[in-house]
């Protein structure tokens, strides 16, 4: 009865509109980037508040904040709620999946992330190298993933691909949740590179949201530029 009248007072909060809702820090990379080239976004400071405010086939992205020191504390009804309003969701180092407990927060030396799928399609074909520098990201139990990370040779494409390395999955789905065990969202303040790569990744994200940006769109100023002399 409890979760019925919750899942109702959900759904009593809803918009009206086809807003996209956010849970995360003001200055996340994504979320300015999406802000400035689209009227309707919203951010909220409460992962149940944004759940409440997802209208039914919604979208919702609940990126990184506490990162890397903790993971983004689900509540406890959160893919229930997901599945009820058939929301499409981006979800970053969470504490826990539809299947299971994530596991310990682990750090990255020399590992990068690899395309290990057809989810970005022509865009970034499989074992095509991106670099997110050294990063932390939740254990989780293997499975098909669309980025995996591993101390892989090569400079744009892993040549041997996963052979004789250690890798884990990185970014994957979990029914309509693409879970990433790290944070990619920031992809800017943490001078991922190469910025074109990163834009194919960060437009595939978004496709599976059903999130239309314009290529024109999506860019960004890089941190760091050359300094000439």
């Avoid at 299947?99 to 750090?107: D, K």
């Amino acid at each position: 009865i409890v979760s019925c009248l919750f899942t109702a007072f959900l759904f009593a909060g809803c918009h009206s509109d086809n807003e996209i809702i956010f849970y995360c820090d003001e200055d996340n990379d994504l979320y300015q980037l999406l802000k400035s080239a689209r009227d309707d976004c919203q951010n909220y400071s409460d992962i149940e508040e944004a759940l409440r405010q997802c209208e039914p086939n919604g979208v919702l992205l609940i990126l990184a904040k506490d990162y890397p020191s903790k993971k983004t504390v689900l509540p406890e009804s959160f893919y229930d709620i997901v599945k009820e309003k058939n929301l499409k969701v981006y979800l970053e180092f969470p504490d826990g999946l539809i299947s299971e407990h994530t596991g310990e927060i682990r750090s990255t030396r020399k590992e990068r992330l690899v395309v290990s799928s057809d989810f970005f399609g022509i865009k970034l074909h499989p074992m095509t190298i991106l670099d997110a520098g050294p990063f932390a990201y939740v254990d989780v139990s293997d499975r098909p993933s669309h980025l995996r990370g591993g101390n892989v040779a090569g400079f744009d494409k892993a040549v041997y691909g996963f052979k004789g390395i250690v890798d884990f999955p990185v970014l994957f789905e979990e029914k309509q949740v693409l879970v990433s065990a790290t944070k990619l969202s920031d992809f800017n303040k943490s001078r991922y590179s190469p910025i074109h790569t990163w834009k194919k990744a960060i437009s595939g994200i978004l496709s599976f949201l059903d999130v239309d940006l314009d290529s024109t769109k999506l860019k960004w100023d890089p941190i760091v530029k050359p300094a000439y002399t």
